[in-house]
């Protein structure tokens, strides 16, 4: 079984520039999330999607952060302009079904550096 | 919203010893679950077990185990016979919005 798959690996822009994510969840998985790893911290939920509905964006910051799931398969994370504190690694994440106790299977991330 | 707690930043232990992660949490929601991840210096997210809030017994998976105490609102993490490999960032979170805790780092001393 394929994992979930994230591109690129790593990312370096300037700051105010535009930068997009892109994420594969294991195929079937219903739900996607996206979360924010700043160094030394743990990982911080930005969007959760249940096919291509959001559950939860209430820690995204909206006025620079965008995300989409179209046909409930792939996403993409996108920030514009992007902020010298949006340096972190962003990992994608998808489960079977939200809120049960299946295992949520983490991609490899991408790391972001904005100079 | 719900909230996850750790209030270890760092722990050590003595290789073959046994060690326990604490993770405490706050939720209204009666029915919620309770995840543990390790986070190697690779910075891949290993899932380690699961407990579920009606599970009658405490979750084991190998060499971890949860000791979940509900009244207490705790599901601390216990490794037995402790490895280096097992020198990583652990994180406890909650099913219900997949909020993670801050993280302990483990560093496991031969």
């Known amino acids: 079984e394929a994992g979930v798959a994230q591109s690129p690996r790593y990312k370096i822009i300037e700051k105010r520039q535009s930068v997009a994510f892109w994420c594969n969840p294991i195929s079937g998985h219903a739900t996607l999330y996206w979360y924010q790893q700043i160094l030394g911290q743990g990982p911080k939920l930005l969007i959760q999607?249940?096919?291509?509905?959001?559950?939860?964006d209430s820690q995204l910051p909206k006025d620079r952060f965008s995300a989409e799931r179209l046909k409930g398969v792939d996403s993409t994370l996108k920030i514009q302009p992007a902020k010298l504190e949006d340096s972190a690694v962003y990992l994608c994440a998808s489960t079977l079904r939200w809120g049960g106790p299946g295992e949520q299977f983490f991609g490899p991330g991408t790391r972001l550096t904005v100079l | 919203a719900q909230k996850i707690t750790q209030t270890q930043p760092g722990m050590f232990v003595q290789e073959k010893e046994a060690v326990t992660l604490d993770c405490t949490y706050d939720?209204?929601?009666?029915?919620?679950?309770l995840f543990w991840y390790k986070q190697p210096s690779s910075g891949e997210m290993i899932f380690l077990i699961y407990?579920?809030?009606?599970?009658?017994q405490n979750a084991t998976e190998g060499r971890y185990s949860l000791n979940f105490q509900k009244a207490r609102k705790s599901a601390n993490l216990v490794i037995s016979a402790s490895q280096l490999g097992d020198s990583a960032m652990y994180f406890c979170a909650m099913s219900n919005d997949m909020r993670f805790g801050a993280g302990t780092r483990l560093t496991v001393k031969p």
């Open positions: 939720t209204s929601d009666p029915s919620y679950g």
């Open positions: 999607f249940q096919n291509n509905g959001v559950v939860d």
């Open positions: 407990q579920g809030s009606y599970d009658q």
